[in-house]
């Protein structure tokens, strides 16, 4: 029994669980209360127990090879069991940590409202958020559940669409002052633009003239962002107009802090989508997250 653990320590495991999840030896080194050569160490004498690399040293840091992400999966599952049964034995509260990806604009304008009503549903879940701006990369062996922008052509993972994207411009209300405005005044209002636009897929300003039928070219725009949340909060300050995503921005016009210049919206065929990463089994505890976003939806 347990004959391919051998000699190996519990606590090199423990680190290298640290290393792959945080992609990094400075960071792991803060986690577990050590120094960084100290975790390459470690790392290198279990490469050497196992015969095989289990990381590739890049310029900006680490990447898992395929025997480090298998190893990952494992080990991080692992650790998370005997961690819930240390918990159970000793009498401390049975909570869980859900992992969730998503992009910074899901999570501000969308989910962080609605999750006080998760965790009352649920009073011994932690939601750990996970954000960042590319999709891909989030999909990770550690994260239980992400929620991505796209096509719903993702490399890695079961998708399932939660809403189509559908765009509108909007501004503060006193940027125009109350007065009803047509599609060719857009031309001469300022405009904010959000960097990588067309990287990630979302409608650029370029792509809601041409729908709208606007032969001028969009202004340049004074202001610049690489943050969806950044670009709507200079819109609420009457900096200028954004391009607002139905879903995320509708509280904000409801609450009177944006407005729609227009009435003319835009959809295109992507959204929102649930996405479950591989060699991730649906736990309970991801099938009750993943019924409870349904009845957000419903509502």
Not at 163 to 183: M, N, Y
Request: charged share 25%; glycine share 8%; with cysteine.
């Amino acid at each position: 029994m347990l004959e391919t653990l051998g000699t190996m320590s519990l606590d090199s495991l423990r680190i290298f669980e640290s290393a792959a999840r945080l992609r990094s030896f400075t960071s792991a080194a803060r986690e577990q209360g050590t120094t960084q050569p100290a975790i390459s160490q470690q790392v290198k004498r279990l490469e050497a127990q196992l015969g095989t690399r289990l990381f590739d040293r890049i310029y900006r840091g680490i990447e898992l090879t395929e025997a480090g992400v298998l190893l990952f999966t494992q080990i991080h599952q692992a650790l998370r069991i005997i961690d819930e049964g240390i918990a159970q034995a000793s009498g401390r509260g049975q909570r869980e940590v859900l992992q969730v990806a998503t992009d910074f604009a899901f999570a501000s304008f969308w989910l962080m409202p609605r999750l006080p009503r998760f965790h009352q549903a649920n009073p011994l879940v932690d939601v750990s958020l996970v954000t960042g701006e590319r999709s891909q990369a989030m999909l990770r062996p550690d994260i239980d559940v992400a929620l991505l922008f796209g096509d719903g052509r993702f490399r890695h993972g079961e998708s399932r669409r939660l809403f189509e994207e559908e765009v509108f411009p909007v501004c503060s209300p006193r940027l125009i002052e109350g007065c009803a405005q047509t599609c060719a005044d857009l031309q001469h209002l300022p405009l904010l633009h959000l960097r990588g636009e067309q990287a990630s897929g979302w409608f650029d300003w370029a792509g809601v003239f041409r729908e709208l039928g606007l032969a001028m070219p969009p202004t340049p725009g004074q202001l610049r962002f690489d943050n969806y949340t950044l670009l709507i909060q200079a819109a609420i300050a009457g900096q200028g107009v954004a391009i607002g995503w139905g879903h995320l921005v509708d509280a904000l016009v409801e609450q009177g802090l944006l407005c729609r210049p227009i009435k003319e919206s835009l959809r295109s065929e992507r959204g929102y989508y649930l996405v479950l990463p591989p060699r991730k089994r649906r736990s309970e505890l991801i099938q009750r997250f993943v019924d409870w976003l349904g009845e957000e939806l419903a509502r």
